[in-house]
């Protein structure tokens, strides 16, 4: 059971619980329609409960509600259902920092402010379910709102859905695709060669990178060393793989586990085999 605080408007509703005296944020189909302050009222049948105090790096949930328009939450959503029709599980509290993020994306997007985000490819490879996911906001936001989205700020909306699904914030999710670009560079640099972004090798180096940069954020460590094995089969190879944790370590202000390097070499050797192929 809840009591109103106020509704937003007919599809979304604050309201107090009867059993905790919380604040919620109810979103449903004329939720809101003709609710008075103070009503009480049982949450309809497919109505979503989201708890205002969660905090986000802009502050509490509450404030972002407060800030915003809700047709945003709304909006935000209807990309969480979407994710959760792909992923199954989500976590429903990335809500508020979407639906922050994409005021300030249509905000831009009308101002003729539009960004650039050097890591949408990388994003794109990366995160690939999680933004052909995002892409859904293009019709929502064309029906709703006539405001085109271009691939960069669908990018930034991919690694909310990233986060809702797996236990990694925005920035986290930024830093691992930045340093994944950084390393198919060094790689790219060290062998003397361009790296197809199509091929399955560039795929598994690019996941291992992913992988490997989340285990050295978290101070996690690969059981199986191969090392020995690397640096005397293919001795060119590990010596780029030292190249680059060493340099990936100096990048990410974290040093690398040393049994990092020969997974790396065996990576970077697949690479290497493919590309002259």
Known sequence: MFRVKK?????????IGMEDSLEYLLLGKG???????????????????YSL?????????????????????????????????VFGKIDWNILFPMADHIAFAVKRIQNQEQISNPLTSDIQALFHMEYKTAECLHPILQERLSVEIDEHEIGYVALHIHSAIVDENVALSMQIAGTVRECIGLVEQETGTTIDVMSLSYNRLMNHVR?????????????????????VKFPEEFRMAETVCGHLGNY????LHDVEIGYLAMHIQRVSVEQTS
């Not at 502050?59 to 994710?83: R, S, W, Y």
Request: charged share 35%; hydrophobic share 40%.
């Open 31 to 49: 939720i809101g329609f003709g609710k008075k302050v103070s009503e009480r009222f049982e949450a309809p049948e497919g109505c979503t409960v």
């Open 252 to 255: 990410l202000k974290k040093p």
């Open 211 to 231: 992988y490997m940069v989340a285990r050295a954020i978290k101070g996690e460590k690969l059981k199986l060393d191969m090392n020995d094995y690397m640096s």
């Open 7 to 15: 509704a937003l408007n007919h599809n979304t509703v604050i309201a």
């Open 53 to 85: 105090h969660e905090k986000t790096d802009r502050g509490t949930a509450m404030e972002i509600v407060k800030e915003i328009d809700p047709v945003f939450l709304e909006i935000a959503q209807q990309v969480l259902k979407e994710g959760e029709r």
